[in-house]
């Protein structure tokens, strides 16, 4: 009786869970099939895109070659796996393991950080790679010495880097890191330091004074030519500002011939008031006394006295003029043309 119970409750167990372990057969059913397809599909994207050949020259894709994986299949089995662990976690929680659904959420949170920190650290170092060979192919073509060293050290460090960050996304405690790269940045400082010693007492400071000597006439020179450069970009300025001042001038004096043609052609013409446009003319630079047939003006400012408009007024209206000297004040006479 008691075993019957027991598997007439087992039975109505397993009848109860039948859907659910349905439903995980065929989550993991779909997560196989799609596992393969989806990284067949990324392994063929790197192909065409040919970042394989790239990577082949990076560190991690040199081990991996050693190991017998290319990259496409790295991705491949990566991406494939990763459907693999997300369908089987999915089937875990669709079966209601209530033990284990710490463990499915922890999983579940942590699958974006680790395929973000794959795809830096992939992408990292080929960027890192195309970066040293453009400098090692700048570096030969300028023929600088001593620049494969400083390239490979320069690559050494943003490979680490990259590293860092990889793992950071990755949430792995760095701590270690950070303790070797500080031991190590001392050591270099002091290992060149050393060298510079050694190099500095064993006859190198010869090659170091020489090329110091070079060094600073150089920047002699690169000085030099700076402040040519802003002398010469001064006297561009000044010649700006001249020729505006220049145009400013012309333009002034333009206005004052035509100032001057208007009012000579006004002179020219018949004059009803002569007493009053002498006055207008001559204003505070002289005194007009009328004289019985003519004028007198006696000339206060001489050097701004309107000499020339004042003879041409009367000359074209008909009177004789003539200049006289009367206690130390010239004066201007007219009187009319006898015809």
């Not at 973000?116 to 400098?135: P, S």
């Not at 701590?175 to 400082?189: E, H, K, R």
Request: charged letters at 20%.
């Amino acid at each position: 009786m008691q075993l019957g119970g027991i598997l007439e409750r087992f039975w109505l167990a397993l009848v109860e869970a039948m859907p659910r372990i349905v439903g995980a057969l065929i989550v993991l059913l779909v997560g196989w099939a799609f596992g393969r397809l989806l990284g067949k599909g990324v392994s063929g994207f790197v192909r065409r895109l040919k970042i394989e050949a790239s990577f082949r020259k990076t560190l991690m894709g040199r081990a991996l070659e050693r190991s017998g994986v290319s990259l496409g299949l790295f991705l491949d089995l990566a991406v494939r796996w990763l459907v693999y662990i997300g369908s089987i976690l999915a089937a875990i929680d669709i079966l209601g393991f209530k033990a284990l659904e710490p463990f499915v959420t922890a999983a579940i949170n942590y699958l974006p950080s680790l395929i973000g920190g794959v795809l830096i650290l992939i992408i990292g170092f080929v960027a890192v790679d195309f970066i040293a060979d453009l400098a090692r192919a700048a570096s030969s073509e300028a023929r600088i010495e001593y620049a494969g060293v400083v390239i490979l050290g320069f690559r050494l460090i943003l490979y680490f880097a990259v590293a860092v960050v990889a793992l950071s996304i990755m949430k792995i405690d760095i701590s270690i890191l950070y303790i070797f790269a500080n031991a190590l940045a001392w050591g270099i400082a002091a290992g060149a330091g050393v060298g510079l010693g050694i190099a500095l007492g064993w006859g190198f400071k010869d090659i170091v004074a020489r090329n110091a000597e070079r060094w600073v006439a150089g920047a002699k020179g690169v000085a030099e030519r700076v402040e040519e450069v802003a002398e010469l970009q001064a006297l561009r300025d000044r010649v700006k500002e001249l020729e505006a001042s220049l145009a400013e001038h012309k333009a002034r004096i333009e206005e004052l011939v035509r100032v001057r043609t208007a009012m000579l052609e006004e002179l020219k013409g018949p004059v009803e008031d002569l007493h009053s446009k002498l006055q207008e003319l001559v204003g505070e630079k002289g005194e007009v006394s009328p004289v019985y047939g003519g004028y007198h003006i006696t000339v206060l400012e001489p050097l701004t006295f309107p000499w020339g408009e004042v003879m041409m007024l009367l000359t074209n209206l008909g009177f004789d003029t003539w200049i006289s000297k009367a206690d130390e004040r010239y004066v201007v006479k007219c009187k009319r043309t006898e015809s």
